[in-house]
């Protein structure tokens, strides 16, 4: 059974960067895509992107300019950086894990909320 | 990016009574191995979502099989043989043909 535990800062300035972190316990973390995705009143739930084991990335092109996704295997965790957030980026944000194409496994989510 | 649509998005049911939630896509989510990349996810108030169905119809490991689901090509149904109270919250479907993967906007579903 996998389990994902996600932290990160909540409240963010305009122009600042989001930075999230999930720790995998549990499962093969090589047998999974690492992903995380967003939801928001507005948009509802967003696909932002994903990581697989060896670092080759997928991501939303409508975030791709702004988005990172990284792994590191030795600690079982991976992240997300997405930079210059303005309020539209106000959303809880998810960790999963993919076994194929969709998320079998969810992190608790955290709210990100940006104001000036 | 396709775009999936949901139907209604709102219902209220009666315990013990079926529930039917559909789902269109905005073109075939039929890969071209043969596979349906539909799934079917539940977000309980207060909670991330749970898949319940993967590939449009096989019921993920747990979930009750008071849920089926059906279609394909672009038209999909989720279905519910008797509504339970630990049923209410919110239905979304997904598909993972293409990116970006994407959500339908979901149904909310409470118990009258």
């Known amino acids: 059974q996998v389990q994902l535990q996600q932290w990160g800062a909540g409240l963010l300035k305009p122009s600042e960067t989001l930075s999230l972190t999930c720790g995998v316990y549990g499962g093969s973390f090589s047998a999974f895509y690492w992903t995380w995705i967003r939801q928001s009143p507005g948009k509802g739930l967003e696909w932002i992107g994903d990581?697989?084991?060896?670092?080759?990335?997928k991501y939303n092109p409508s975030l791709r300019s702004r988005v990172t996704i990284s792994v590191d295997t030795s600690r079982r965790q991976f992240s997300l950086e997405l930079t210059s957030v303005t309020a539209a980026d106000t959303a809880i944000y998810y960790c999963?894990?993919?076994?194929?194409?969709?998320?079998?496994?969810w992190g608790q989510g955290t709210l990100v909320t940006v104001s000036s | 990016d396709i775009v999936l649509t949901h139907t209604p998005l709102s219902l209220s049911v009666t315990p013990g009574q079926p529930a039917s939630i559909s789902c269109k896509s905005s073109?075939?989510?039929?890969?071209?191995?043969?596979?349906?990349?539909l799934y079917w996810y539940l977000q309980k108030p207060g909670q991330s979502p749970q898949i319940l169905l993967y590939e449009v119809s096989n019921r993920f490991s747990g979930v009750s099989d008071r849920f089926s689901g059906s279609g394909s090509g672009t038209d999909f149904t989720l279905k519910i043989s008797r509504v339970e109270a630990e049923d209410v919250g919110v239905y979304y479907c997904l598909q993972g043909l293409s990116l970006p993967y994407t959500f339908g906007q979901g149904t909310k579903v409470d118990i009258k």
């Open positions: 990581v697989f084991h060896t670092g080759s990335t």
């Open positions: 073109q075939s989510l039929l890969h071209s191995d043969g596979r349906t990349y």
């Open positions: 999963a894990g993919v076994p194929g194409k969709a998320p079998d496994y």
